[in-house]
């Protein structure tokens, strides 16, 4: 099973970007979904997350901006983040908790998109 992200790249202050993540290979079930992201510096940190339910929460700093939905058809997830501002500069990296066909349950990491918000 692998998580592919893309949708990254480099923005203004105020603008908007969408980033897109999709599981591949031996998927039996896929529960929650999300984003994470981690500044230079610092801790990996919770952005958003999704349940196969599609139920949302978010953390307190991106509420009201950005937006996490889902595609259960297509295993996918996105983040719609809008009004960005410098301090959303990360390597952005969805996951996913899996039950795989054969090889039990576990959470999956996909392998991270820069975005930078910069005038």
């Known amino acids: 099973v692998q998580l592919q992200a893309c949708g990254g790249g480099l923005v203004q202050p105020g603008g908007s970007l969408r980033l897109s993540c999709a599981g591949r290979?031996?998927?039996?079930?896929?529960?929650?979904m999300g984003w994470y992201r981690q500044a230079p510096g610092k801790q990996r940190e919770l952005v958003a997350v999704?349940?196969?339910?599609?139920?949302?929460n978010y953390a307190d700093g991106v509420k009201g901006r950005f937006t996490v939905s889902r595609d259960n058809a297509w295993n996918r997830v996105f983040l719609q983040m809008n009004n960005l501002n410098p301090e959303d500069t990360a390597v952005y990296y969805c996951?996913?908790?899996?039950?795989?066909?054969?090889?039990?349950?576990?959470?999956?990491w996909g392998q991270g998109t820069q975005v930078t918000v910069s005038s």
């Open positions: 999704i349940s196969s339910g599609g139920s949302e």
């Open positions: 996951w996913a908790d899996i039950m795989t066909n054969g090889e039990g349950r576990s959470s999956f």
């Open positions: 290979g031996s998927i039996y079930h896929v529960y929650d």
